[in-house]
């Protein structure tokens, strides 16, 4: 069944001035009000105020067990899981109308933010008729909402390593190591005369702050430390240490890493190293996904046991349960990058409001189990709404009364879950629905559990979903949906 994607245009009004403006000329005085502060007042009060605004602590994940990467970024200082945004949805509000419909059906993925949250790279995968497609590099500005650079690296280019400012690219190319400057625009062959190290194991290195150098783990026991330069090759640290992971270089010049146990427990050992006086100390220990807080007093843990993720206290071992915080549409989710930032990166969302839905039919409540329409739109894909005839839900509808007429950039819909009796039910689904609006445009679209995004926003009061074509399952006779969400 092909799959129908439809990209999205949001036009995007910001307005920085009030941020940027000087004070001059702004100020009237008069004989009535001698105490009116001077331009340089006023302008250390604003930096002031600047200066004491709070940073939230936002955590970068990734969703697993769904077809396509997801990846989201949600306000880990709001406990009602509430305040979050996609980063495919992030993108789209910065793209324009030709990049949309140009990279339609492609996939991006966070590859680095900047320590202060402001700056963003990405890799755009494009799904073309060639074997090999090149990597495409976007970064953008989250503050001003812009997108600030764009490029390819070569088809043939793997394992691409991101420095912390987002201006130096390293992969590996046919056996050898490249260096690309998105500021100068110019290709370095990097050489490692003083030391033999297999260069594919860059994909998980690290950059240091001054981006001057890159270490990464090598297959040889130890740090494997890359100049560069171009000329001085590599050094190793750590020799004999069976080291497992580098996860960040902070200003300090330490490197925070992990070494394998072997004792069979599959827990690992945190380390501090610091790069110039070689001194180690140990922070902590786990297992699992896991990363820490910038400054390493808290760690975020994906506990696949359990399928929950945990917020632990390095100093103390208290652990919480955050996973309603971070929860996502995939079967469980890992942290990729924890970010302490002003941004508030939820001025990108398009939060459709909707005053109530209504449908057809719906089938009577079975045993303990309630099949309401209410349940589209209660985040749990295993409380389903179901139509309720004995055709099998062909041209049965749901309608999503907005109140008011609003901007609706796409539909996400999630297949109906039932789980009885330790089993998950083969319930009829989707396969074809025809959606109508208040300003006569209609869209049919095919296939079911993801996300349409029309080619153009579409301003509407409410959406009506006509069932046309629906795939039977062999354990329930009845449609079901299990989430519906306006984009």
Known sequence: MRLIKATVIIVFLMSISACTATTRGDILTSSQSPNIPSNNEVKVSKNAAKETEKKASWLLNGQEGVEDRVQFLTNLDDPTGKTNIRIDDLIDTMQTREERLK?????????????????????????????????????????????EREFKLPPTAQYPVISSDLSKYLYVMDGRLYLYDAISKRTTELKTNKGKADVSNIAQGVFSPDNTKLCFVDDQTGIVMLDLSGDSGTELLL????????????????????????????????????????????????EGEFILSPDQKKLVLADDEVVKMFMIDVASGKKEDISFIVNGEGTWVVPIQWIETKTNYMKYSNKVKVKKITATSTLPNQSNYSFSVNNLTDDNNLTPWCEGTKGGGVGETVTIDLGSTQQVRGIGMVDGTMWVNNKYLDVNTIRKMKLDFSDGQSVVLENNDTRFKFDEPIRTSFVKITILEVKKGTDFPNTCIGELKLL
């Open 103 to 147: 990279y339609r059906d492609s996939q991006v993925y966070v590859e680095k933010v900047t320590s202060d949250g402001i700056r963003m790279a990405i890799i755009r995968d494009v799904y073309g008729e060639q074997p090999e497609e090149p990597l495409i590099i976007e970064v953008y500005n989250l503050d001003a909402g812009v997108k």
């Open 239 to 286: 020799a004999g240490t069976d080291v497992s992971s580098i996860m960040q270089w902070d200003q300090g010049n330490r490197l925070i890493y992990t070494t394998y146990k072997k004792d069979n427990t599959f827990i690992n050992d945190i380390y501090s190293l610091d790069i110039y006086t070689g001194k180690v100390q140990f922070i902590t220990k786990n």
